[in-house]
């Protein structure tokens, strides 16, 4: 832990005070600058951007995902395990491969514009890949999977325990209510970790944007990427991603609120 | 009222506690006074101490202002505990088969209006479906519910007039104890302002208006329950069913729950259909017990009537404790039947199914059984094998034969036998009843009747 993960951040918050030398390297010397420079318009954008990318990318995962959980954590127990299976399959590859199969497959030549071209629906393959639609698209692909089995985790808790909702219809509330004012608020620590677990990674993603969008997608992944392997400019890529890390500690501080009040275990 | 409260500072406050008790004063004035008496016994200290009397006008006073505050929360619904004749729940031919097996057959039964019924029956007797089948939680297979002379076999359950206490109180944890209570008043869209002045008086009569705020976890059980309780009144339903809801107490607690319920039964007038296995608890609650076995009803009583004249073995065995005999009938006459168990012939009042020669089962309540040296009036002579001092009671078990051992309770501390000690039995006839075998012999697994019954006679408490 401390050899792994430790020593390697700490070294990197290091660096992200030390000036960069004129052909790349470091040079060790105290600078705030690096932190300066991110507050330039392009790379302040760059951030925001992820931002707003990391946060879209959340909510449509958790808008599909929801009732995605909540039709397995209803199912019958024989349909809960195929449907759980389909979850997790995904896993079995790396995420890189799956990539690179929807490149395949929204690709201006790729399976999909080739089918609509045979079927005479469309005159023109259409530009799909290396948009930023795209790399939405990918994302939220990848990410489906952790946003949905917390949130089942979560559902299926309440499931156990039917009386929550035989009291909400007991007090009178019908299906719309009971949802709305018992099982959604109960469902919320489910919510705050398929939340945090889709926004962190999509925050910190480089190979989608970069495969899926080309070179058109700049993302805080790729522009710290860019920063340590292309401009060679260690110590502003590690001021970068130490802004990433404490948004992120931010986010978990701020959700682990939520995740806490684990409702239906302190209970029994 | 608060008005009133007010004016009562204002005006009385430098009144001694003692003499201002005594004045007559208005309800409400009086009310106003029992706050001031709090309030001063804290600011003035030793100065005014309340006197006996004051504290005990102040207890008069507390029941009055439930009264108020309660009609205010329930909507002055017509009061006191009389059970009209107006049939509150109808439960016609009532059956439930689950995929498995039938859990309900036939059952039908009748709730009067202000009615307090207790199903009572093991585990797995179909009292808990039953109630749910009302609640409107499990479909009725066939046959119908009734509720205030509307069919409600097919109504959802958040449509019909009941509300439910359930067995782990079910309160929402994400809600703070107000907004529990709210939760029904809110689906109703109830103005937000009635809604609080309901709330509290609501929670002010089982003494939690301080806990508004709380979550839920930070209430003991016994709070959770009162909570629990009102979540469900407050809605003012035609029937309140509770499902065993005092179980998870421990036995002090549950006494005082079972007070609280006797009183909000009693001060609001509303039917109250209760689950429990404990057969104290429902002797101790109920206007009418239905006392349940395997999904039917077996009797449908007083628990008076259930004590006295029980229909069968199994609700003797279920309702309190009793010795059961085996024997056959071997005269009838002059209202009494004669039966021949294997030690000794006994009379009994006669009932419509004894004929001669039929097997019978003799039931006798261990307090009937007098013991004492009769003589030639003996029924028996027995060895004490086992005696537990119960405070009041002492229990006293007799082996009258190796298969053969009669349990007795007698009062006072004179009437004790040492272990080991012989000793003659006897009991008044009219305490004692027959019940003709059936092809359904009683049940060893209810409590009561194992250790008595058969060859296991050397069975202790």
Redesign the interface.
């Given at each position: 832990m401390v050899l792994f993960f430790a020593i390697p951040n700490l070294y990197m918050l290091f660096i992200s005070f030390m000036q960069v030398g004129g052909y790349g390297g470091i040079v060790y010397h105290f600078t705030l600058a690096n932190y300066g420079l991110l507050f330039h318009w392009v790379e302040f954008k760059v951030i925001a951007d992820s931002l707003l990318f990391s946060f879209l990318v959340t909510i449509f995962c958790l808008v599909v995902g929801y009732p995605f959980a909540y039709i397995i954590a209803t199912s019958s127990p024989k349909r809960k395990i195929v449907l759980l299976f389909l979850v997790i399959v995904p896993f079995w590859t790396s995420s890189l491969i799956r990539t690179f199969a929807m490149m395949f497959l929204i690709a201006t030549d790729g399976f999909i514009n080739s089918v609509l071209l045979s079927l005479h629906l469309i005159h023109q393959p259409l530009n799909m890949l290396y948009t930023m639609g795209a790399t939405y698209v990918g994302q939220f692909y990848s990410m489906l999977p952790y946003m949905i089995l917390p949130l089942y985790a979560s559902l299926q808790g309440i499931m156990d325990h039917p009386e929550y909702m035989e009291a909400a219809k007991d007090l009178g509330a019908g299906a719309a209510k009971t949802f709305w004012k018992v099982v959604a608020p109960l469902s919320i620590p489910g919510i705050a970790t398929g939340s945090l677990l889709v926004f962190i990674p999509t925050l910190g993603t480089f190979f989608i944007p970069l495969l899926m969008g080309g070179g058109g997608v700049v993302l805080v992944g790729n522009f710290i990427e860019n920063q340590f392997l292309a401009a060679d400019n260690w110590p502003f890529g590690a001021a970068a991603s130490a802004v990433v890390i404490v948004i992120t500690l931010l986010l978990i501080g701020l959700s682990s609120r939520y995740m806490n009040n684990a409702f239906l275990e302190e209970e029994r | 009222m608060q008005r009133c409260i007010k004016i009562m500072r204002v005006e009385k406050a430098w009144q001694p506690l003692s003499l201002a008790a005594n004045n007559p004063m208005s309800p409400c004035m009086r009310l106003g006074f029992r706050r001031l008496v709090r309030a001063d016994a804290i600011y003035f200290g030793t100065l005014f101490t309340p006197t006996k009397d004051s504290f005990e006008a102040g207890t008069k006073d507390d029941a009055r202002h439930k009264e108020t505050t309660q009609e205010r929360a329930f909507g002055g619904q017509e009061r006191g505990s009389g059970v009209s004749a107006k049939v509150m729940i109808g439960l016609h031919h009532v059956a439930k088969h689950f995929a498995s097996a039938q859990a309900i057959r036939d059952f039908s039964m009748e709730i009067y209006q202000g009615e307090f019924v207790t199903l009572l029956g093991a585990s797995g007797s179909g009292k808990t479906t039953i109630l749910r089948m009302i609640?409107?939680?499990e479909s009725v297979s066939t046959g119908h519910i009734i509720i205030d002379g509307v069919d409600m076999t097919q109504m959802?359950?958040?449509?019909r007039p009941?509300?439910?206490v359930?067995q782990?109180y079910?309160?929402?944890?994400?809600l703070n104890v107000f907004d529990n209570v709210a939760?029904?008043l809110r689906?109703?869209k109830v103005p937000e302002q009635t809604i609080r002045t309901r709330v509290y008086d609501a929670l002010a009569m089982v003494g939690l208006e301080k806990f508004a705020s709380r979550r839920i976890?930070q209430l003991s059980g016994g709070q959770q329950q009162r909570v629990a309780i009102v979540?469900?009144l407050i809605?003012e339903p035609k029937v309140l069913l509770l499902d065993e809801p005092l179980s998870a107490l421990d036995l002090k607690l549950r006494k005082e729950m079972q007070l609280e319920l006797k009183r909000l039964h009693r001060e609001l007038g509303i039917t109250f259909l209760y689950v429990t296995h404990d057969q104290e608890e429902a002797m101790s609650l109920s206007d009418r017990i239905g006392v349940l076995a395997q999904g039917e009803l077996l009797q449908y009583a007083s628990p008076e009537e259930l004590y006295s004249s029980p229909s069968s073995p199994a609700v003797a065995g279920f309702i309190g404790e009793t010795n059961l005999l085996t024997g056959s009938i071997v005269d009838v006459t002059k209202g009494y039947t004669i039966v021949q168990t294997p030690y000794f012939l006994t009379k009994t009042p006669m009932r419509a199914d004894h004929v001669l020669g039929a097997p019978v089962v003799l039931s006798v309540r261990p307090e009937a059984l007098h013991l004492g040296a009769f003589g030639d009036q003996a029924l028996c002579r027995g060895v004490v094998t086992e005696r537990i001092f119960g405070g009041s009671l002492v229990h006293l078990w007799i082996r009258v034969a190796p298969d053969l051992t009669l349990h007795c309770v007698s009062h006072g501390v004179n009437q004790t036998y040492a272990l080991g000690e012989e000793v003659d039995v006897q009991w008044d006839p009219n305490h004692s009843l027959a019940f003709c075998q059936t092809d359904k012999p009683p049940s060893s697994t209810l409590p009561g009747i194992a250790g008595v019954l058969g060859s296991n006679g050397s069975d202790g408490p």
């Open positions: - | 609640a409107g939680f959802p359950a958040n449509q009941v509300n439910s359930f782990n079910a309160l929402f944890p994400h939760f029904g689906i109703k976890r979540r469900a809605n």
